[in-house]
């Protein structure tokens, strides 16, 4: 099994930054690409950023000059770094990763369960 768990939402003003983090532990040989989503109310499921396993990074429109994607491989971690928030930005935020897994030697996509960032005005 892959476990995924994010932290670091809550509740900010337009402006304001946030950093999210992302863990992912368990049945792991190799953490491949990792990506950050995001699911505004109403909305459908959209990619915000994501990091591949040589570190390079590939970011949404919306997320070019304000948000920033980055990963520890030694900590089986991932990062966004939410800056110039804007209320347009409220959504969970989910983290998706593709992993090769040890012992089952498959491969696995695993979404965690997200974590919620809201911008007031």
């Known amino acids: 099994q892959v476990q995924v768990v994010e932290s670091g939402g809550g509740l900010m003003q337009t402006g304001g930054s946030l950093r999210l983090s992302c863990a992912v532990s368990g049945d792991i040989f190799r953490v491949n690409t990792m990506a950050w989503f995001r699911q505004a109310p109403g909305k459908r499921r959209e990619l915000v950023a994501l990091i591949d396993y040589n570190h390079t990074t590939n970011y949404s429109d919306s997320a070019k000059g304000r948000f920033s994607i980055w990963r520890v491989d030694a900590e089986r971690s991932m990062y966004l770094q939410l800056n110039s928030l804007k209320p347009e930005d409220t959504a969970v935020y989910y983290c998706?990763?593709?992993?090769?897994?040890?012992?089952?030697?498959?491969?696995?996509?695993?979404w965690g369960r997200g974590t919620l960032v809201a911008v007031s005005t």
């Open positions: 998706n990763v593709d992993v090769i897994q040890l012992l089952a030697r498959r491969y696995v996509k695993v």
